[in-house]
């Protein structure tokens, strides 16, 4: 398994002040240096954290992977196929919220992401959706032309029990097969950290997980390169 480095609380803590550090593109690399496969950030529509010109100086910078999280949205959609990033998240997104709350209901909202789908794909961008862990999701995330699946693990990160915890565990392992028997690709994310990730690490039908506001804490202590390789540690050997 494969850990992508989600940096947007990089840019999260320079907001606060307004300037220009920390930077998310020397965050990226030192990402990188230490072993993650992968870099996310999340394009918001009110530009709350990441900007657009982080996202293009990402775009020349990551060496590994670079995964754009964004809504589904015209403008988002228009900046992504002019970065060309290696993968496009498809997210929901509310103005209010602090984080993503859930995943996308791709049912109801079946003919706009399929739209953004295929505008995506014309400029060679794969594309992964954001989900909850229901097959009804999967199902349609797969007729619409979704390259892979990201089950949102919110549900077990902040379970109340271990029984509680190993029935969401259960329900994503199950998923995530499901999603692979369907032809797509699947990785996992949010809520993820140092405690909970071996369990969902080691879910062979799940190929990356992303992760970001449990390494930029920790690192807070010991130093981003040391975060990031504890968890690379972490989800290898999971």
Do not use: W
Not at 10 to 18: N, S
Not at 206 to 233: K, P, T
């Amino acid at each position: 398994m494969r850990l992508a480095v989600n940096i947007d609380h990089i840019a999260t803590l320079r907001e606060t002040r307004g300037g220009i550090e920390p930077d998310p593109l020397a965050g990226a690399r030192i990402c990188e240096r230490a072993g993650a496969e992968g870099i996310v950030c999340h394009l918001r529509e009110d530009r709350r954290h990441i900007h657009d010109r982080d996202v293009r100086l990402l775009r020349k910078s990551v060496k590994t992977k670079l995964d754009l999280e964004m809504a589904a949205t015209k403008e988002i959609v228009r900046i992504a196929t002019e970065v060309v990033p290696d993968l496009a998240t498809l997210v929901p997104e509310r103005r209010k919220e602090l984080t993503t709350e859930g995943g996308l209901d791709v049912k109801k909202n079946e003919r706009h992401l399929r739209e953004a789908i295929n505008k995506l794909h014309e400029h060679g961008i794969p594309v992964s959706l954001f989900v909850d862990p229901l097959r009804e999701q999967i199902e349609v995330s797969a007729e619409i032309g979704a390259d892979f699946i990201e089950i949102h693990t919110g549900e077990y990160a902040n379970a109340r029990s271990n029984k509680e915890a190993r029935r969401h565990l259960e329900r994503i392992r199950a998923i995530a097969s499901f999603g692979r028997s369907l032809g797509l690709r699947v990785n996992a994310g949010h809520g993820l950290n140092y405690v909970n990730i071996r369990p969902i690490a080691s879910i062979k039908a799940i190929e990356e997980v992303s992760i970001g506001h449990a390494i930029i804490s920790r690192a807070v202590f010991v130093g981003l390169d040391a975060a990031v390789r504890e968890m690379v540690g972490l989800v290898r050997r999971g």
